[in-house]
């Protein structure tokens, strides 16, 4: 079966400081994987994309980028973090042979002081 | 503009009655809908999900009502138990691509004993 790790769990860090999130995907080819942000109040926000190794497409322009060196490898980071950059950072993954249902890590939250 | 509007934030209700949590949606070119539950700390589980070609579509105590003419899809919970107390997500996509879902702000639902 298929699994989706992401970490760390929690993260605080300090403004100015770099970013490296990471989420990996197990018992699966070729999947999309996306990363999302979940702002206090808010729902979901895509933020990166990926349907293949280095192809990223970014959906809102920000602080972040993000990575995938490898099929089920994908990297969300930052040089310099900012305040606003605080909140719940989820990963997910589906195929484009799947049932149309995005599957999420299980976050990982970060504090920016 | 919010695509997907969960307008009610908060949910109480008895342990044994209907939940019924409401989502609108003002794109009609959604065709695929879903809904997640999402513990704190932990990342959103889908629950269930309807296409745009039924009208309802039922799994144990859930069940997903949509109208289309409307632009209203609703989740209904009998009985309502207290483990079912979380945030839920209403999701619209289109096309059966993941980069399009848009997911409403959520509505946490609180199952009292």
């Known amino acids: 079966s298929q699994t989706i790790h992401q970490w760390p769990a929690t993260l605080v860090q300090p403004v100015g400081s770099p970013l490296s999130l990471e989420c990996t995907v197990e018992g699966t080819s070729n999947p999309n994987l996306y990363w999302y942000r979940q702002a206090a109040g808010r729902g979901l926000q895509l933020l990166f994309y990926s349907i293949g190794i280095g192809q990223i497409s970014s959906e809102v322009p920000q602080n972040l980028s993000a990575s995938r060196p490898q099929d089920r490898q994908f990297i969300l980071s930052s040089k310099k973090l900012l305040l606003s950059d605080s909140g719940f950072y989820l990963c997910?993954?589906?195929?484009?042979?799947?049932?149309?249902?995005?599957?999420f890590g299980a976050g990982s939250r970060l504090t920016v002081l | 503009d919010q695509q997907v509007k969960q307008n009610s934030p908060s949910l109480s209700v008895q342990e044994g009655r209907i939940s019924i949590l409401n989502c609108d949606y003002t794109n009609s070119m959604f065709d695929y809908f879903l809904w997640y539950k999402k513990y704190p700390a932990e990342g959103p589980t889908f629950l269930i999900s309807i296409s745009s070609i039924k009208d309802k579509n039922e799994d144990g105590r859930f069940t997903v009502f949509l109208n289309k003419s409307a632009k209203h899809l609703s989740l209904h919970i009998v009985p309502s138990q207290p483990g079912d107390s979380a945030v839920y997500f209403c999701a619209a996509t289109r096309d059966n691509y993941g980069q399009n879902f848009v997911f409403g702000p959520g509505t946490r639902l609180s199952v009292l004993p």
């Open positions: 997910a993954w589906d195929s484009l042979s799947g049932a149309n249902v995005l599957t």
